[in-house]
């Protein structure tokens, strides 16, 4: 497994200022092989940030997936107390020809929520954002790398409507990210792939990739809050070859921005906002002396 700074070497197998480097010929897969593996997160994970509704719109509907407190939760990390951990794009690098390269993804907008987590997209290609939602969102996308964000597109998304937007990522760029404008807590990722041997974790850790060419490539696994890590895997003809990836709570990355895990201040809210909400409650995954309001000056010891 390699180091910390794995994604130098992603950049240069997959150099997307190249516009060749994301052509993929589809062709019949003889004698492939599969990847099956496990992913782990190792160590507590991080706590749901917590964001006020009162900040935003919508009130009404958007607590319908709250703490029932008026207080929306984002869970960045759902990992099993054994550590499986969901939401890790896996991705094959390097191969340029096999099965058909079908990617159509879709932004699921609903009870202010986006959904899923985490998605692969393709350059160069549409995604549509699906909006379920009896109000109006604003699906801000953004085009990344470890360093440098740059908006791709800001779309308004009207009430229960289908839009349509263009992956273009900026040369060196690999990451996709969304965020409402209106609703500060509807937020999603994505990474780049170039073929169509990736998958994405499911709840129990576990992925499978099929009808992989024979061959030896380099296999990464990406999460939006962590460094990306690879590994080198040989695929024999007609066989299935198992890996696994342990990723360290310990090394979250998030910036100290971001690391929302106690409530920024006190709001007020009418008493029709702090009843239990219709679809979901929200559960406090945060340790119990951050959840307790605390004066500005409590902070400060």
Known sequence: MFGKHIYKLFLLILLISTPNIWAYEEAVVKNGGALKGKTYLNGDKPPARVYHLVFSPNIDFCSNISDGEGNRLLYEFKASK???????????????????????????????????????????????????????????????????????????????????????????????????????????????????????????????????????????????????????????????????????????NIPLHDLQTSYRLQTWLEPKHLKPPKVKLQVHDAPEKLLKPRAWNDRLD
């Open 82 to 252: 054994e550590g499986e951990f969901q939401d890790v794009i896996i991705a094959i690098v390097g191969i340029k020809k096999g099965k058909p390269f079908n990617l159509n993804p879709i932004i699921w907008l609903e009870d202010c929520q986006i959904r899923p987590f985490v998605t692969p997209v393709r350059n160069r290609h549409p995604v549509t954002i699906a909006s379920n939602d009896p109000v109006i969102h604003d699906i801000q996308g953004y085009s990344l790398n470890d360093k440098y964000t740059f908006q791709m597109f800001n779309k308004p998304v009207p009430v229960k409507a289908n839009v349509e937007k263009k992956i273009k990522f900026r040369p060196g760029h690999y990451i996709f990210r969304t965020q409402c404008g209106v609703h500060d807590y509807m937020q999603s990722w994505g990474m780049a792939v170039g073929n169509p041997y990736y998958a994405v974790t499911d709840e129990s850790g576990n992925f499978e990739i099929t009808e992989v060419p024979p061959g030896t490539y380099y296999v990464l696994a990406w999460h939006p809050h962590m460094d990306i890590q690879a590994q080198i895997v040989t695929i024999k003809p007609n066989e299935t070859t198992e890996i696994g990836f342990i990723f360290e709570a310990s090394e979250v």
